[in-house]
């Protein structure tokens, strides 16, 4: 984490360069602070104290830690990869379509519910999403590359 | 004597015209629509009164004004219960209560947790709404005496919370700033405004105007967290049995009354804040988080906040509700919108051929006083309503993680998405969620970097008015001054509390 | 001889029916029909509402009657909208777009991330001319602009929205070519200017005829200089270009102050077939003198008038036929 935000202190010092002084102020500053915080952080993640840090504590909460590592890991791959799937979801299908089939596929294959379930979930999200986005709000939502790939097929 | 009058007349009117039935009925209907307005994330007070102004072209003032405000106010109330229910932000400005009322919804105290958030939102409310009733006289004045220094001075000021928020120990302190540092880079996103240069826009066009706050702050709090539950397995109240969390919503109720100093101290801090066109919502929930935590009288209470403190609930409860009727003053006595939600509002004062400025305080100060009335009558509704239900809300919170997940992720994605309308939104909700992954994971405090984020550029634009205005001469007008000696006792405040903790130990053998 | 008569007539008259009956048949091509207007702004500002009026009111001069919603999609000063309505939306004439006045500079800038050609859309006209004004506290001593120039001290001028906002380039040229000795300060947003205005932190600012109205009606300000493009009510200011000899000044200034002209710019996707376009210009115009929207307006602090796309491809044109030396120049202090 340290090492990241080394990186992008970095990244920003040297972008900033180029800029007109007022632009470029705030980004070195910040940038070049950031930079040297990161670095001592660094230093001392690697050679300072084990003890030290069980004492400050961050005012926010922690992973929860009654749950074993493996199973943890394994845990959070998984949702980390649902979250992305229903980014591609969205992408592909569109929200109408990604809504209900995201719902149900996660409803049924990850939290192993039963067939009941699953499926008056689906039906309630998207009726929740298309009756308050949709018909109620008229947010614009892009179709999804699949369908318009589809579209074009039978109309060219 | 004649002021005082006329005040008086103005006051008894607004609530007489807020107590006619169709003002009345109008208003309820606010209500509900603010209900689920600051329950969804994401749908926000302002884009929200923009689509409600086509309704109001054939209502009266009387009759649109408790409309639009109804569900104005009440926004900042329920958006306090997604924050703790479920750990997604309802709005922008309830992403503290998140902090420490989500670990007790956690703890399976939701119950305990929902009371003090309502409880606390009313009184902010109506310190609001008597804060916008009695300053009306000293308006002009009080507005008129923050200029471009005096704001920087109080994004520093803002911006010092970050130490409070940090976490103690010199290394929570180095992280807490790296943060903050690293949000404040975050917020230089987009084009600048001194020579129009595109920064870090990495050639696309959805970056142009920044990172939206929504996306953000959903996916750095929110993602997180629905990724432990998924990890614990459970509900979010882990294995509390359904049913007995109805119970804690009186223990919540008694413990605002309990803080009652601190509940209207943060409500001080929210309308102060509030006043101020620009900063207002982020700003205030985050200083009185701040002030909450230095309530803490040992190392060992502080620690406790971000775990489920009752009082970090109490503070942003407070401040974000606080802030609203303080948002009216400059909008009505200036015609200067404190906030987008209020520039819409302004759109609609035109509309009903009513020109916001001093004619308000004057010419129809009833009116005035009738927006007053809404704010309070609004929210004391909302809150005897959401008292009755609750139980159910609570319970929400036992329901299997399997079955939320899902749900709580659409409403993430929906609300982020809403944003700009653009794919882009929901790759910086997943970014930012993997962002805010890391950095529990790291130990890295998030609250100091949503303060940097919101106040960086806005810190800049600042210092730069401030400095091509005055020269140099603005570091010594009395006011910044005095602020930047607030700021600095702000900052050190945790170090000054400690010297004198330890020297309190030390005295017990000289008596 | 009668029988073939009897065919004759009664073929006329089949004939008769058939071509009357084709207009009675033939419904009007927004029956039933949904169009939406693409905004590049979030809810709630100048063209937010102004579409939001335009969809209120055309329905009634549209046959057909059909809907008409808006749509917002926000970013880049409207250059997400822009490119939308170029490339993705369907010339059907169900979507029509409204974006950045200023856009037509982005093209000429060769800015990043245009993707249209501005002439190339089939243009609707522009429902407001929104002209630039330089206003002033009133209780300053300066009544005139010249009153200004002889002024030894900087002039405080607050802006919002940095080098790419029309109004802050309206003063920095009147800086650089009137000689207009002032220094800009910048706030987040008009709102913030407007304060420091009232608290005396800046002089004045530039900004819309139609946002400042309200306050030279409250008596905070006064205008005291105009660009080329003027609006009802402000005819008699002195323009911009009359203060300086530079010649390129001067064009520079008229090429700022141009697409001013096309104040609120709408817009249909290139290729729109023609008598769809003549239905939406005929609708445009005729709503612009329809006295119920005009109230609208008026409460709205919004003036109305339409402006052909005859006249609005004329701008367009002179904006982007200007030589190179000139695009250079203008370059130096204006940006998209």
């Known amino acids: 984490m340290n090492l990241f935000m080394v990186v992008i202190a970095v990244g920003v010092v040297l972008t900033a360069l180029k800029w007109p002084f007022k632009t470029a102020l705030f980004p070195m500053v910040i940038g070049i602070t950031v930079f040297f915080m990161s670095f001592a952080e660094l230093l001392l993640s690697l050679f300072g104290r084990e003890e030290r840090g069980k004492k400050q504590s961050a005012i926010d909460f922690k992973l929860s830690e009654d749950v074993d590592k493996a199973v943890a890991l394994r845990r959070t791959l998984l949702t980390f990869g649902w979250i992305i799937g229903f980014f591609l979801f969205i992408l592909f299908f569109g929200f109408s379509i990604a809504v209900p089939l995201f719902v149900f596929l996660y409803i049924k294959l990850y939290g192993k519910e039963k067939w009941v379930i699953s499926v008056t979930m689906a039906v309630m999200s998207w009726f929740f999403f298309y009756g308050l986005f949709v018909w109620l709000l008229d947010t614009p939502f892009e179709e999804g590359l699949v369908l318009k790939v589809l579209k074009a097929i039978v109309i060219g | ?511 | 001889m009668k029988r073939q008569i009897l065919c004759l007539i009664i073929a006329f008259f089949i004939l008769t029916v058939f071509v009357s009956s084709k207009p009675l048949l033939a419904a009007p091509y927004y029956e039933g029909k949904l169009i939406n207007i693409v905004v590049g702004y979030s809810p709630g500002g100048g063209y937010d509402r102004m579409a939001r009026l335009l969809a209120k009111h055309l329905p009634k001069h549209i046959p057909g009657k059909p809907t008409v919603l808006v749509q917002n999609m926000p970013g880049a000063g409207s250059l997400i909208a822009a490119n939308h309505i170029y490339n993705i939306a369907k010339p059907d004439g169900l979507t029509i777009g409204t974006f950045n006045r200023g856009v037509p500079f982005a093209q000429l800038l060769k800015a990043e991330g245009v993707k249209f050609d501005i002439t190339k859309y089939s243009w609707v006209g522009s429902t407001a001319v929104e002209a630039a004004v330089l206003a002033l506290r009133t209780d300053l001593p300066y009544k005139t602009f010249d009153d200004v120039l002889k002024s030894k001290s900087p002039l405080m001028i607050g802006s919002a929205g940095g080098p790419s906002d029309s109004n802050t380039q309206f003063i920095i040229l009147l800086k650089e070519f009137a000689g207009l000795n002032a220094k800009m300060i910048d706030y987040p947003a008009s709102a913030e200017v407007m304060l420091a205005v009232e608290q005396k932190e800046v002089d004045g600012r530039g900004a819309s005829y139609s946002s400042i109205k309200p306050f030279i009606e409250r008596g905070l300000v006064r205008p005291l200089i105009r660009s080329r493009v003027s609006e009802p009510g402000i005819e008699n200011l002195p323009v911009d270009e009359n203060f300086t000899t530079n010649i390129k000044g001067k064009t520079i200034m008229a090429m700022r102050s141009a697409p001013e002209k096309i104040g609120r710019p709408y817009v249909a996707p290139p290729g729109t077939p023609a008598d769809i376009m003549n239905i939406l210009r005929d609708a445009f115009a005729k709503v612009a003198k329809d006295p119920e929207l005009i109230e609208d307006a008026k409460k709205n602090m919004m003036t109305i008038e339409y402006v052909p796309s005859g006249e609005c491809l004329k701008v367009l044109n002179y904006i982007l036929n200007q030589p190179e030396d000139i695009v250079k120049e203008f370059g130096k202090y204006i940006k998209f």
């Open chain 2, 1 to 511: 004597m004649e002021t005082m009058k006329t005040m008086v007349d103005a006051c008894i009117g607004g609530l007489l015209i807020n107590l006619q039935l169709w003002p009345f009925i109008y208003m309820l209907i606010g209500c509900a629509i603010g209900f689920w307005v600051g329950i969804l994330p994401g749908i926000g007070g302002g884009t929200t009164l923009a689509l409600m102004m086509p309704f109001i072209y054939k209502m009266t003032p009387q009759e649109a004004f408790p409309f639009l405000l109804g569900m104005h106010s009440v926004v900042q109330t329920t958006g306090d219960i997604t924050s703790v229910l479920f750990g997604i932000p309802g709005e922008a400005t309830t992403v503290a209560t998140i902090v420490d009322g989500f670990p007790m919804a956690k703890k399976g105290e939701a119950g305990r947790a929902l009371g003090a958030v309502l409880m606390s939102s009313l009184i902010g409310a109506l310190f609001g709404a008597a804060f916008l009733a009695f300053t009306i006289p000293i308006v002009r004045p009080l507005v008129l005496a923050f200029g471009s220094p005096e704001m920087f001075m109080l994004i520093l000021l803002g911006l010092t919370c970050i130490s409070t928020l940090s976490g103690h120990g010199k290394r929570g302190l180095l992280l807490g700033l790296m943060s903050g540092g690293f949000g404040f880079l975050c917020s230089l996103v987009g084009q600048d405004r001194q020579a129009g240069v595109l920064r870090f826009t990495f050639g696309q066009l959805y970056l142009w105007n920044g990172l939206s706050i929504i996306p953000v702050v959903i996916g750095l709090f929110a993602i997180p967290e629905i990724i432990d539950l998924a990890v614990r397995g459970t509900g979010i109240a882990g294995n509390v049995p359904f049913g007995k969390l109805g119970k804690g919503v009186k223990d919540g109720i008694k413990d605002t009354f309990r803080h009652f100093w601190l509940t209207i101290r943060c409500s001080l801090i929210g309308s102060l804040i509030g006043i101020l066109p620009g900063l207002g919502g982020g700003v205030a929930q985050w200083v009185s988080y701040a002030h909450a935590t230095q309530s803490a009288k040992t190392e060992e209470e502080r620690a406790g906040f971000g775990k489920g403190d009752i009082r970090g609930v109490l503070g942003p409860g407070a401040a974000n509700n606080s802030k609203e009727g303080a948002g009216l003053i400059p909008t009505v006595a200036f015609g200067i919108p404190g906030s987008s939600g209020m520039a819409v509002l302004m759109g609609a004062f035109f509309l009903l051929g009513i020109v916001p400025g001093p004619d308000m305080l004057t010419k129809h100060l009833t009116l005035t006083y009738s927006m007053v009335w809404t704010i309070v009558l609004a929210n004391i509704i909302i809150v005897a309503v959401c008292l009755l239900f609750i139980n159910h809300l609570a319970n929400l919170t036992t329901i299997r993680g399997s079955l939320i997940n899902p749900v709580v992720l659409l409403l993430c994605f929906i609300g982020a998405y809403t944003s700009n309308n653009d794919i882009g939104d929901l790759i910086v909700l997943m970014i930012f969620g993997g962002v805010g992954y890391f950095m529990v994971r790291f130990r890295w405090p998030r609250p100091p970097f949503i303060l940097g984020f919101i106040l960086g550029k806005l810190a800049e634009t600042y210092l730069y008015s401030s400095t091509t205005r005055y020269g140099a001469a603005w570091l010594i007008r009395p006011k910044v001054i005095i602020l930047f000696c607030i700021a600095a006792a702000f900052a050190l405040y945790p170090f000054i509390q400690k010297r004198f903790r330890k020297a309190d130990l030390g005295e017990p053998d000289k008596i």
